[in-house]
């Protein structure tokens, strides 16, 4: 089984400084591997994903992730946030047919 | 609008009591998910179906039950063998296919007194 480990459990971040959120997973042939965000009492909304080919990808909200395999992490970054960005976020991986999360990491963004 | 429904969103039940959290989805997806969130765990896997009239276990499936007799609906029972059922409940679908990520619900947030 997958095992997806954010090492982070919560982010303090000032208003429009950068930001990088940790992820990394246990190895495997391939993988799928997202990122979702949740509001509070919210579900989780994808922000983005790796399936194949380049391994930076981009969500239209400005962050961005990069897959590295040799060091099986898919950290996000962001290079400016908003208060707005005030969220708890899961890195997570697809296996075949089942879904695992990480534990979450809490970004609070502070004015 | 397309998504998936988890209702009700709050759910209050005595101890000893099964009680039924409802997922529905329009998205004509195959595949259907049921997770737990506790805080500062992430999301557990309880059951899943791929096909109608069949699921599998999740990681943590004791004290939970469910159904697959149509596509777009997986109800989930949580019952009273669940030692600690309180908990935020998620659903979420999937389309079949190896490039698809999954759709999530709303979310049920059960307390159990």
């Known amino acids: 089984a997958q095992s997806v480990t954010q090492l982070d459990s919560q982010v303090p971040v000032f208003e429009e400084a950068p930001v990088e959120l940790r992820c990394n997973y246990s190895?495997?042939?391939?993988?799928?591997l997202f990122w979702y965000v949740q509001y509070p009492n919210q579900g989780l909304q994808l922000l983005l994903k790796?399936?194949?080919?380049?391994?930076l990808v981009e969500s239209i909200n400005g962050f961005e992730a990069e897959f590295n395999k040799s060091q099986t992490s898919f950290h996000l970054r962001k290079p400016s946030v908003h208060i707005s960005d005030t969220a708890e976020y899961f890195c997570?991986?697809?296996?075949?047919?089942?879904?695992?999360f990480g534990s979450g990491t809490k970004l609070n963004v502070k004015p | 609008d397309g998504g998936i429904t988890q209702s009700p969103k709050y759910l209050f039940r005595k101890e000893g009591q099964n009680v039924t959290l409802s997922c529905e989805q329009n998205?004509?997806?195959?595949?259907m998910y049921w997770y737990r969130q506790d805080p500062g765990q992430g999301l557990r896997l309880i059951y899943y179906?791929?096909?109608?009239?069949?699921?599998q276990k999740g990681d943590i499936a004791e004290g939970y039950s469910v159904s697959r007799e149509k596509k777009e609906s997986f109800p989930l029972t949580v019952t009273s063998a669940q030692k600690n059922p309180t908990a935020f409940y998620l659903c979420?679908?999937?389309?079949?296919?190896?490039?698809?990520?999954?759709?999530f619900g709303q979310g049920t947030r059960l307390t159990v007194v």
């Open positions: 790796y399936l194949s080919g380049s391994t």
């Open positions: 979420a679908s999937r389309q079949g296919g190896s490039n698809t990520e999954a759709f």
């Open positions: 997570a991986v697809r296996d075949f047919n089942k879904f695992y």
């Open positions: 190895s495997s042939v391939s993988v799928y």
């Open positions: 998205l004509n997806h195959d595949a």
């Open positions: 179906s791929q096909i109608v009239n069949d699921f």
